[in-house]
């Protein structure tokens, strides 16, 4: 394949309905072949996003740019756009290669050439035995490597990927996943693909967008967004972050709304409520005193990692992941038992009122 990637730039983007800022001046930098996954929960703007870059939504304002040059003006069908939707959207009357040729046709290329790209990219999603068979006789993986085939015969300027896994079950989604990020890589594609699977966003993106409210929380590769979270949203997010609120107390101390004290590692020139995020994997149980007590609630073996549900106050609980390897379950505390938890500081990450990352004095 030797498709070349372009530059695509959003700067101020915006989409208003009425008073609703749906998505509220967006700007990103997408290099020519990076793949940048827009991520976040239902309703925070990625799609909208994606709809403004294919040309289906106008903006309010701010501008699209690729290679420099603007493209808000432009219709959808010469922005160049190869779009992969997640319900695929075939057409259920036209065999695989006529649905692979749909956009050539469009672009009044001649047969020879259309016939020839057709079988290039039915070999490269690996479907030539399939090519005259019509999308209802395929199953869902096939069919959206069909609308994949598609989108990429055209040569597009950028890929969109529209939520492209989320009809298929969990062992097909891994392996057209890895599918959909060779091809891009190995074709040099600038991508954006929306998801809210951040599992699916993690292995797929060379950078993550995390957004919320129509805003971007956080733009990064996974170990920026993993390790140094830039709000508390982010940190529950991405790795589904243990998260506590109190009040700063001497620095040391997070004084939860019950009373309950939870110790810190670091100690941090803050004052007023903060936010304590924590990862499951970074926290230990131990019998010694810890940084805050609790009683094991569940207990439970998922074979990579047992996964303990730690009661600290009443109706609060934090989630503590362990590996299981080289542990007996039978060793380690039941439901019932008192443990106590511990952490190092670089498993902790406080946050003030806010929402701005605090660092401690001492690490």
């Known amino acids: 394949m030797t498709d070349t990637g372009h530059h695509l730039q959003l700067l101020g983007l915006s989409k208003h309905y009425g008073a609703q800022a749906a998505v509220d001046s967006i700007s990103l930098d997408v290099a020519r072949g990076e793949m940048v996954v827009l991520l976040g929960p239902s309703g925070c703007g990625k799609t909208t996003t994606l709809r403004l870059i294919a040309g289906f939504v106008q903006p309010t304002a701010g501008d699209i740019r690729i290679d420099g040059a603007s493209i808000v003006a432009q219709p959808p069908h010469r922005r160049e756009m190869g779009i992969v939707f997640q319900s695929y959207a075939l057409f259920p009357h036209l065999s695989v290669a006529r649905n692979v040729a749909f956009g050539l046709e469009m672009r009044r290329q001649s047969r020879t050439a259309i016939a020839a790209r057709v079988d290039e990219m039915l070999r490269l999603v690996k479907l030539e035995p399939y090519a005259q068979r019509l999308p209802r006789e395929l199953s869902g993986g096939q069919q959206q490597r069909v609308a994949l085939a598609r989108a990429l015969a055209i040569h597009p300027a950028v890929l969109l990927l529209d939520e492209p896994l989320s009809n298929l079950d969990a062992a097909l989604r891994q392996e057209v996943a890895r599918d959909i990020r060779i091809l891009q890589r190995d074709g040099g594609l600038t991508a954006i693909m929306v998801t809210h699977d951040q599992d ?32 508390p949203f982010v940190a529950r997010f991405i790795g589904r972050s243990n998260i506590l609120t109190g009040v700063l107390h001497d620095g040391t101390h997070l004084m939860l709304d019950d009373g309950t004290a939870v110790a810190l590692v670091g100690r941090y020139r803050v004052s007023g409520r903060c936010t304590l995020a924590i990862r499951p994997e970074r926290i230990a149980l131990t019998a010694e005193p810890g940084l805050v007590a609790g009683r094991v609630e569940l207990a439970t073996y998922l074979g990579p990692v047992i996964e303990h549900v730690v009661e600290i106050a009443p109706g609060l609980r934090l989630v503590v992941r362990n590996a299981s390897a080289g542990v007996d379950p039978a060793s380690l505390p039941a439901a019932g038992a008192p443990v106590s938890l511990a952490w190092t500081g670089t498993g902790e990450r406080l946050f003030d009122e806010a929402e701005r990352p605090v660092l401690a004095d001492n690490m």
């Open 200 to 231: 699916e966003a993690m292995a797929m993106a060379d950078r993550l967008v995390v957004m919320k409210d129509g805003q971007v929380q956080q733009i990064g590769q996974q170990p920026d967004l993993y390790e140094r979270p830039a709000t």
